[in-house]
Every structure is written in structure tokens, then in C-alpha cells.
């Protein structure tokens, strides 16, 4: 029997709900979340020329590393990191994120927050439960390794960094992305 376009969509997405939910349902312990968290940092600062320009001027840093991303028409994001201020893990979060949009396929990627000033920090950190967009506006930076830093984003509050890509992601999607605090 020959199976119809929305059967394999419908036969897919009972997996990619396991795959994300296998990650919430395996939470990381603080010691795993440090240790991610060093290397996201690593993976950085070796793919972003500018990143220890824009490090240099944070008031604090959030670095969610290793997102497991998955979706296929419908799809959704899961990690796991922690804020770091002055040099220090101050809170752990999660990351959720739902979508509905043209997407296929499984990817991990490390996403790191930089926050430039003083008021949207102390927005984030007072918050148990921040959107993206919602609570505060982010500027995302598509700079790599070969491009020149753009000086004018210091003037955002808030700028973000997706690094360290694997897998295979296509397609735009639309979707929140909200971080809580977890207890570690």
C-alpha cells in the first residue's frame, strides 16, 4: 500500500516530539551544563571574529549550548545553559521554542545572548518565564569568522549569536522562544 504525503507527515511528527521531549525529560545536571556551556563558549570564540569585541561590552552573557532542533511542517527547540555575569553562573534556563512554518529536518546549534546594557539584564534576570520579542528585542548578528564587526550593534541592548551548527535545518519558520529559570 502506497502511503499519501500527509500519512509520512503524520508518521513523522510522533518522532520528532519523542526526540524533543527526550531532551526535557533528561535534564541536565549543573556539572553537564557548565561543561557545555565552556565549550559552547570555545566553539565561539574561535567561529566569531568580533565575539570577544561584543564580550568585552557585555553586562552579562546567556549561552544555551547544544539546542536540539527538530520539525517538519510543525517542529519545535530544546537546551539547556545557564547566564553568566562577571565571569560567573548567576542562573541556569531552559530554552523552548514552538513553530509552524516551512521547516524539515534535525539540527544542534549553540545560541548565545549577549546582553549590552544594564536595564534589559535586570529585565531578563527578574523574569522566571522571557520571550524573545516579547519582553525584550533581540538583534540577531550573522557575522562569521571572514566578516568585519559591525560597531553600531553596541548600541543594541540586546544582541544574539547562533553558532556551532550541525545538522541539517531548512526552511523559515515562525515561532516564540521562551527561557525559564530552572533550579540546578
Same mark, same amino acid.
Not at 544555551?64 to 545553559?81: C, F, N, W
Not at 516579547?134 to 548578528?141: C, K, P
Given at each position: 500500500?502506497k502511503?499519501s #504525503? ?10 520528532? =516530539?519523542l526526540?524533543?521531549?527526550a531532551?526535557i525529560?533528561y535534564?541536565s ?7 557545555g ?16 569585541y561584543y ?5 552579562g552573557?546567556l549561552v544555551?549550548?547544544?539546542?536540539? /532542533?527538530?520539525?517538519? +511542517? +510543525? #517542529? ?6 545557564s ?7 548567576i ?8 513553530? =509552524?512554518?516551512? /521547516?524539515a ?12 546594557s ?5 529585565k531578563?534576570?527578574?523574569s522566571d518565564?522571557? /520571550?524573545?520579542e ?8 550573522t ?5 568585519s +564587526? ?11 549569536? =547562533?553558532?556551532?551548527q550541525?545538522?541539517?535545518?531548512a526552511g523559515?519558520?515562525?515561532? #516564540?522562544?521562551?527561557?525559564?529559570? +530552572?533550579?540546578?
Open positions: 500500500m502511503r #504525503g500527509t500519512s509520512r507527515i503524520l508518521a513523522v511528527i510522533p518522532v520528532m =516530539v526526540f524533543l521531549a531532551g525529560i535534564a545536571t549543573a556539572a553537564e551544563i557548565n561543561s556551556v565552556r565549550e559552547a563558549m570555545k566553539r565561539f570564540l574561535v567561529k566569531v571574529r568580533s565575539a570577544r564580550l568585552k561590552a557585555a553586562k552573557v544555551i549550548p547544544d539546542v536540539k /532542533q527538530a520539525g517538519l +511542517i +510543525i #517542529g519545535g527547540e530544546y537546551g539547556e545553559g547566564l553568566i555575569v562577571n565571569g560567573k553562573t542562573y541556569y534556563y531552559n530554552l523552548i521554542t514552538g513553530s =509552524v512554518g516551512l /521547516q529536518g534535525v539540527q544542534k546549534k549553540d545560541i548565545i545572548l549577549i546582553f549590552l544594564e536595564p534589559a539584564l535586570r531578563f534576570e527578574s518565564n522571557w /520571550q524573545a516579547a519582553d525584550g528585542s533581540v538583534t540577531m548578528i557575522n562569521s569568522a571572514e566578516e +564587526i559591525d560597531t553600531t550593534k553596541l548600541n543594541e541592548p540586546i544582541i544574539g549569536f =547562533v553558532s556551532g550541525e545538522g541539517l535545518m523559515a519558520v515562525i515561532g #516564540g522562544t521562551k527561557f525559564s529559570k +530552572i533550579k540546578k
